[in-house]
Nanobody, 117 residues
Framework: VQLQASGGGLVQAGGSLTLSCVVS????????MAWFRQAPGKEREFITS????????FYADSVRGRFTISKDNDKNTGYLQMSSLEPEDTAVYYC???????????WGQGTLVTVSS
């Protein structure tokens, strides 16, 4: 299973950005997905997850109401829509996947998001 994340970049505070994660080599319709991030000098933190069907989502308090996770089973792609971005959101963002919800066996390479003030 391979994950390819993309969509990172430089954005001003208050702006929006959408990350994508293409998953190959798995039955994507049965794949749960998540996004994590790691800011400079900090540990990797969980920010959101979605069940394989899309029926269940979960958000960390730090992003709830600003970020939206989704997956398109026809395109084998997961998305992270980010809005009202803050400088504190600056981090490398990683997508992850797994067949068991909450267990993330597969990881993408990370994409850098930089939010300027």
């Amino acid at each position: 299973v391979q994950l390819q994340a993309s969509g990172g970049g430089l954005v001003q505070a208050g702006g929006s950005l959408t990350l994508s994660c293409v998953v190959s080599g798995s039955a994507f319709r049965q794949t749960n997905m998540a996004w994590f991030r790691q800011a400079p000098g900090k540990e990797r933190e969980f920010i959101t997850s979605i069940s394989y069907s899309g029926a269940s989502t979960f958000y960390a308090d730090s992003v709830r109401g600003r970020f939206t996770i989704s997956k398109d089973n026809d395109k084998n792609t997961g998305y992270l829509q980010m809005s009202s971005l803050e400088p504190e959101d600056t981090a490398v963002y990683y997508c992850a996947a797994g067949m068991r919800y909450g267990t993330w066996n597969y990881w993408g390479q990370g994409t850098l998001v930089t939010v300027s003030s």
